[in-house]
């Protein structure tokens, strides 16, 4: 595709409900990676996967969250029993080899 | 204290000016120094990308790592409205692809 895709652009959860992020690489990305971004703050890394291996999930901050990548491809950021402390810009990227990353316009998360 | 800092702003501007961020660091194992720009609702967009220290210079754009310093700088030459948005600085060492950002810092070009 033209673009790192992510989907949905918004989402309300309430606290307690389990919410599944959807992201959609460069085709031919080899490599992945999810970051959580706060109001005003800059993007912090969850996770990263080199084809359909997680390398690193030392970011994740609970294991309330889950990511996946089944065929090397879209990928999916999970997160179980919402807290409001969730609530975050969840932003992927891809890249060929892992120096220049290219990055989704994000997924707003709301935890009422 | 954070492995990464940099102000906040806003730093604002007038059209035409120079424009000038920075950050510290603190981790002595970063070589790779990078700069995004983001625009509100969207995603990061890569500016510059250097590697150890020295300037790179990309149109309007030159980058500055002191490594000796831990200090990184970019300055934006002629700033343009469409210039106003937050600014971010991004570090990683040699081994692994895990990025560390600053904080961001806003910037505000007046026409």
């Not at chain 1, 919410?19 to 959580?36: E, K, M, N």
């Not at chain 1, 912090?44 to 294991?63: H, I, M």
């Not at chain 2, 990464?4 to 194992?29: F, H, K, M, R, W």
Request: charged share 20%; hydrophobic share 30%.
């Amino acid at each position: 595709g033209a673009g790192v895709s992510q989907s949905p652009r918004y989402k309300v959860a309430k606290r307690g409900q389990d919410v599944a992020l959807r992201c959609d690489p460069i085709s031919g990305h080899v490599s992945l990676f999810w970051y959580q971004q706060a109001l005003g703050q800059g993007p912090e890394f969850l996770t990263y996967f080199q084809n359909e291996a997680q390398l690193d999930k030392s970011g994740l901050p609970s294991d309330r969250f889950f990511a996946e990548r089944p065929e090397g491809s879209v990928s999916t950021l999970k997160i179980q029993r919402t807290q409001q402390e969730d609530s975050a810009v969840y932003l992927c990227a891809s890249s060929l080899a892992g120096e220049k990353l290219f990055f989704g316009s994000g997924t707003q998360l709301s935890v009422l | 204290q954070k492995e990464v800092e940099q102000d906040p702003g806003p730093l604002s501007v007038p059209e035409g000016a120079i424009v000038s961020l920075n950050c510290t660091y603190s981790n002595s194992a970063f070589q790779y120094f990078m700069w995004y720009r983001q625009y509100s609702r969207k995603g990061p967009e890569l500016l510059m990308y250097t590697y150890s220290s020295g300037n790179k210079e990309d149109g309007r754009f030159t980058a500055q790592v002191d490594k000796s310093s831990k200090y990184i700088s970019l300055f934006i030459r002629d700033s343009q409205p469409s210039d106003s948005a937050t600014y971010l600085c991004a570090m990683k060492g040699a081994a692994g692809n895990k990025l560390t950002f600053g904080g961001g810092t806003r910037v505000l070009v007046k026409p």
